[in-house]
């Protein structure tokens, strides 16, 4: 597969590879949460997006049957960008994603380091830390 999107990539390809956009295409905050009063309203329309709090939100992924906090950051977009990443890493062509991609950008996305092994290697290092002398 990764063989394929650098030859794609090679030749000048630019078409869309996978294309699961969400189907509200403004950019507004308000169009992106499915209710009237957006302040007290935790899901979204991003896959793996959900409100933490009044002002984070948190990524959420499903890796062999198990549900995987990822994070929290401070912006809608950035959440779903970051579950699009994670989720192409771990699953491939077969991802879900929130946005389109090309060629390119999927073979950038696959030659970054793996975002869940950072993941791990940071729980790793807090259970040595938390853990009694």
Not at 64 to 89: C, H, P, R, W
Not at 103 to 122: H, Q, W, Y
Request: charged content about 25%.
């Amino acid at each position: 597969m990764f063989e394929y999107l650098k030859k794609l990539v090679r030749h000048g390809q630019t078409e869309v590879i996978l294309r699961n956009s969400p189907k509200i295409q403004n950019s507004g905050l308000d169009t992106f949460l499915n209710v009237e009063d957006p302040k007290s309203y935790r899901g979204t329309n991003f896959r793996g997006v959900s409100r933490n709090g009044r002002c984070n939100w948190q990524i959420l992924t499903m890796i062999d049957g198990e549900k995987l906090y990822l994070g929290t950051v401070d912006n809608i977009f950035k959440a779903a960008v970051l579950y699009d990443i994670v989720s192409v890493q771990t699953k491939g062509l077969k991802a879900k994603t929130n946005f389109d991609f090309t060629a390119a950008e999927l073979v950038a996305i696959l030659t970054m380091p793996n975002l869940m092994k950072f993941k791990e290697e940071s729980n790793r290092i807090k259970r040595m830390q938390d853990s009694p002398k």
